[in-house]
């Protein structure tokens, strides 16, 4: 093939993706015929005919010719059919291929014969009908057929065809220049010479200019991916029986060519799957009152060195539950890792290769191949995929991909001499652990074996680079011999502190891959070459999480509930906050059954011996922190119409050598409750089960993995304890709520019950701030730090925006109050409202008739809420 | 010192024995012993340069070579065929070009370049240790030497196999 047949052939491929589109967009037109767009298609089909002869492609421009044809013949009708646009579609298929491949002339006689038919096969109406129309048309062809030649020309005078392949060498040549000038810049910092000086300056200046362009050069916008996807969404759709609106955004952002070519797959993985598992047919979504036509966004922009491609769909969201089952019944993971998972960690396990939720297998996805595939393409450039889901409202994949693949800044750390790389999207903050300060001062503390760094009240995870790459000799890491600079790195999500012996500078390097058999060194990704020639090795994160067996989520989840069981911790508000993944405490009752005991009523563990336990007036109690601790045995308690204090009770608990305790705070006061042993934590999102309820004391039951939990109702043992032990009646509210554990934001438009309800709540110890409006509310919340509300109360009835649109305006966010328990506030609750109030994500209600009950009720509320218990009104 | 050849030409398995015309070997010693391969892989020779080191990578593979620009893997013969370490402070590089990537065989010793047709190669002796034996294509004999012709495919096939990976 000459010069000119290839030009010419990349040119029918532009044509082709443009005619596509305008297909598309015809075939969406509410008004029919528009002339502008029809005349625009025509005008793109004549100059790809044009093109076609030019190269002596003739089944091509007869293939053309049908279909100008029949594109003619549209302009008679009132709708650009269905049928019609397949057709032409097909034809472009054929011409896209026929583009893309090497042949002179290559279009498949059917395809033509195709086209012809409806004009010559048909009775001579037809035909004689068309007649006349395209000659009437030839005229305004003509005419419009001067324009898009005058865009040609000139686009051919500014454009130029370069080959990637002198791109990439380009590329090449300015990387190892890049290299020079650190080189150069290090030389110059030993150098006094200020005309040497002034020089490496301006060759900083113009080499920085020269990466720039360079990079920009192979920049291409988005959109060469992201349009294709229209057609795949349309053709899926139809397949599928699925009405999808496919919303793109962004399509002008710049990526490099090599990343486009890569995200190319993953990104139709994500959409295929979307399409086939993501959104319902239109009869389910009917159900869930949803619209029919669903909507599918991708939304491409930069943010920082990434650029972040979002897909969402509006569908029937990710079923963790199910999710797990799968996981579980494939192999892939066990039942007792998984019930130590978080939600997102179980949304994660989507990407394991081999993994599929799909009831049947379908052509378009389900061979539990996909999403593996789409995480290790991103991977693989340097990239992250993020998943978010809320069943039932749809799901979220978040691409993100480094900008350019060939010079990323890194930071350079050193350890034993040798210099390592850290690439900065990675790192969160540096830290020095000998501060001066006080205040300042970093700790490092032991934590089930291994070291933590306490930072600014977080507990993380502490790896020393020392003791990884050169593991002979020091047996275990200790606290003492981290010192000197650590890095807080981020992976997969998670923070980690890498201990190195010395932080150098920032520096852009070159990655340059390890060959083949050094692959298997994962916590390396490659090597680069430094300004003076040394080489340094890129530390791959991922892979040193890997080699250290360090599961980051595992560990920062019971470093968490260590600082819970402690004393209060800024922490515990927040996660108190969360909310909808609570956490449990396992333990053991009598010899086989598990309870779990929610972490917020754990005030700590403890273990007495047989010596601290001792008899006051036919009660059990333990000595405890200068006072007496009254001792429940669990197992009898758990039932509550038994007597507390029977002969066998007391015998068990005095008779016992050690006790585990978990001690308890109701009203002001401390409580021991024993257990036979303490097993775990649990860190869940499994819903408690109010309807199954084994025992008096138990809250319900809770279904985590395969196993099943008695969810103990600590309240209601304390409280009944009292009226039977101590005759005494337990106060209404629950001291808890008095310490302000609670920070609300008051939503309320009438001044009268703003002022009211902001003073009942804050003599009872809540923390509030009122606002007069959701606007308002919503200001509030987007400027204030994270998890700085602990629940938002809300009126319902309000002017511009009410409590409703508030709620779905909160749920709707990936902003931490998406999870924040919404409380409406209202006069009166109709069955329809509560339906009303249900779907727009507001957890409970609160009546407002009688105002000075409210604190009491919103302790209630809110106890429950962060037990992960919802439903049912106050 | 550099008698370098540096074409990246087409590669030849050694088995390639019906051909006579002469082929050159670059050859070199390990603890006493000769050994060569194919001059053609041969990108250069150079000497012993800054190693730097890949930590809990396998004893063979001694780190990676800054070669102007190209960063090579420095694999230690010595190591690759289990021989008992001695003290050996100045080591030559060979750098080979293995399937596209550069590796560098860190030996003792640079001998010349011998000439030898492929049908000449003759079976390795039982006296070669299996371990030696499983990297080596055959030997060539001269009337004073023996020249154990070292087969980079088994090299490279060694190196990606889990066996290698084994520090």
């Not at chain 1, 305008?22 to 005008?43: G, I, Y």
């Not at chain 1, 969404?233 to 490099?256: F, P």
């Not at chain 1, 333990?587 to 059954?593: A, K, L, S, T, V």
């Not at chain 2, 080591?91 to 080979?96: A, D, L, Q, S």
Request: glycine share 8%; hydrophobic share 40%.
């Amino acid at each position: 093939m000459d010069e000119r047949t290839i030009e010419a052939k990349i040119r029918v491929g532009e044509l082709c993706a443009r005619l596509t589109r305008s297909f598309l967009q015809a075939e969406n037109q509410e008004l029919w015929p528009d002339h502008a767009l029809c005349d625009s298609m025509l005008r793109d089909l004549h100059n790809l005919k044009g093109l076609c002869m030019a190269i002596g492609a003739t089944k091509e421009s007869d293939l053309i010719h049908g279909m100008e044809s029949l594109l003619e013949e549209t302009r008679k009708k009132s709708t650009f059919s269905d049928e019609t646009s397949e057709k032409l579609l097909k034809g472009i298929d054929t011409l896209t291929e026929f583009s893309e491949s090497g042949l002179l002339t290559g279009s498949s006689p059917e395809t033509v014969s195709e086209f012809q038919a409806p004009l010559t096969g048909q009775d001579g109406k037809v035909s004689a009908a068309a007649q006349p129309v395209t000659a009437e048309h030839s005229s305004s062809r003509g005419s419009a057929l001067g324009r898009p030649q005058e865009g040609s020309s000139k686009d051919s005078e500014n454009f130029l065809r370069v080959q990637v392949s002198l791109l990439d060498h380009l590329m090449g040549l300015v990387s190892e220049l890049v290299l020079i000038r650190n080189q150069l810049h290090q030389f110059s910092a030993t150098n006094d010479d200020t005309e040497f000086l002034a020089m490496s300056q301006r060759l900083d200046v113009v080499s920085g200019g020269l990466q720039t362009e360079v990079m920009r050069m192979r920049m291409q916008p988005v959109s060469t991916v992201t349009l294709r996807l229209q057609r795949l969404v349309r053709d899926l759709g139809k397949e599928l029986g699925k009405h999808v609106e496919l919303h793109l955004e962004g399509n002008e952002t710049e990526i490099d060519k090599t990343i486009i070519e890569t995200i190319r797959e993953p990104l139709t993985h994500v959409v295929r799957n979307a399409l086939d598992h993501g959104i319902e047919p239109p009869e389910e979504r009917a159900q869930s009152g949803k619209p029919q036509r669903a909507r599918l966004v991708v939304k491409t922009y930069q943010e920082g060195g990434q650029v972040i491609v979002e897909i969402q769909d509006d569908g029937r969201g990710i079923d963790t539950s199910r999710v797990a089952k799968k996981a579980l019944e494939g192999g892939l993971i066990s039942s007792d890792r998984l019930s130590r998972m978080t939600t997102k960690e179980i949304l994660s396990l989507i990407f394991l290769p081999g993994f599929s939720t799909a009831e049947k297998v379908t052509d378009v996805s389900g061979r539990g191949m996909g999403m593996d595939v789409v995480k290790s393409n991103i991977e693989q450039i340097g990239g992250v995929v993020d998943v978010s889901s809320t069943l039932g409202r749809g799901t979220n994949i978040t691409l993100r991909i480094p900008l350019t693949l060939a010079i990323v800044p890194a930071l350079i750390v050193h350890c034993r001499g040798l210099r390592y790389a850290i690439p900065q999207l990675k790192i969160v903050e540096l830290v020095r652990l000998d501060s001066e300060d006080e205040a300042q001062k970093i700790q490092c503390e032991m934590l089930e074996g291994g070291p933590v760094l306490r930072l600014r009240g977080r507990l993380l995870p502490l790896l020393s680079l020392r003791a990884i790459l050169h593991p002979e000799g020091n047996e275990r890491l200790t606290s003492k011999d981290v010192q000197g600079s650590i890095v807080i790195l981020r992976n997969d999500g998670h923070d980690f502190a890498l201990a190195v012996d010395e932080v150098n500078d920032s520096i852009d390097i070159v990655v340059k891959p390890f060959v083949s058999f050094l692959k298997s060194l994962r916590i390396f990704s490659g090597a680069t070459i430094l300004g003076d020639g040394t080489l340094a090795l890129i530390l791959d994160l991922a892979g040193l999480c890997e080699h250290c067996a360090m599961d980051t989520s595992a560990r920062t989840t019971e470093s968490q509930s260590e600082s819970m069981l402690g004393e209060t911790d800024a922490n515990q508000r927040q996660r108190l906050a969360r909310g909808t993944n609570p956490e449990f405490l396992l333990c053991g009752i009598g010899e086989r059954d598990v309870a779990a005991i929610p972490l917020p009523q754990v005030f700590r563990l403890e273990v007495f011996e047989r010596k601290d336990v001792e008899l006051t007036a036919r009660t059990p109690v333990a000595r405890y922190r200068e006072g007496l601790l009254p001792l429940i045995l669990l197992s009898k308690a758990l039932h509550l119409s038994t007597d507390f204090q029977d002969e066998e009770t007391i015998e068990t608990l005095l008779s016992a050598n050690q006790l585990d305790v978990i001690v308890t705070e109701r009203h002001g006061r401390f409580f021991g409750i024993v257990v036979s042993h303490i097993a775990d934590i649990i860190h869940t999102s499994s819903k408690v089960n109010e309807l199954v309820r084994p025992n008096a004391g138990a809250l319900g039951t809770l279904l985590e993995g395969s196993n099943v939990y008695t969810v103990v109702n600590v309240a209601a043992i304390v409280d009944t304890w009292m009226r039977d032990v101590l005759g005494e009646e337990p106060p209404m509210v629950s001291e808890h709520t008095k310490r302000a554990l609670a920070r609300i934001l008051l939503v309320e438009d009438s001044n009268f019950f703003r002022k009211y309800t902001t003073s009942v709540l804050q003599a009872s110890h809540f923390e509030v701030l009122a606002v007069s409006g959701a606007r308002e509310a919503l200001e509030h919340l987007r400027q204030e730090p994270e998890n700085s509300f602990d629940a938002v109360l809300t009126d319902i009835d309000m002017p511009g925006m009410t409590g409703f649109e508030l709620a779905k305006e909160l749920r709707a966010s990936d902003a931490w109050y998406k999870q924040t328990p919404i409380i409406a506030l209202t006069s009166l609750v109709s069955q329809r409202d509560r339906l009303m109030a249900k779907a727009a994500g507001i957890d409970e209600h609160i009546e407002k008739v009688n105002l000075d009950k409210i604190p009491a009720l919103l302790a209630d509320v809110l106890g429950r809420l962060w037990q992960g218990i919802k439903g049912g009104a106050a | 010192m550099s008698f370098g050849n540096n074409s990246n030409g087409p590669k030849r398995s050694d088995s390639e024995g019906h051909r006579s015309s002469p082929e050159q070997y670059s050859s070199f010693k390990v603890q006493g012993k000769r050994y060569c391969v194919n001059a053609l892989s041969v990108q250069e020779i150079v000497r012993a340069m800054p190693i730097t080191p890949l930590p809990l990578a396998p004893a063979h593979i001694h780190g990676l070579l800054n070669l102007r620009g190209q960063i090579v893997t420095a694999i230690g013969v010595r190591e690759l065929f289990a021989l008992t370490p001695e003290e050996v402070t100045e080591k030559m590089n060979v750098v080979c070009n293995m399937q596209g990537t550069g590796v560098s065989l860190l030996v003792d010793e640079i001998d010349d370049v011998v000439e030898f047709s492929a049908d000449a190669l003759e079976a390795v002796p039982d006296s070669v240790s299996p371990r030696i034996r499983s990297f080596l294509a055959g030997v060539f004999k001269t009337p004073g030497e023996i020249y154990c012709v070292i087969d980079l495919t088994k090299v490279m096939d060694f190196l990606n196999s889990d066996k290698a990976q084994i520090a």
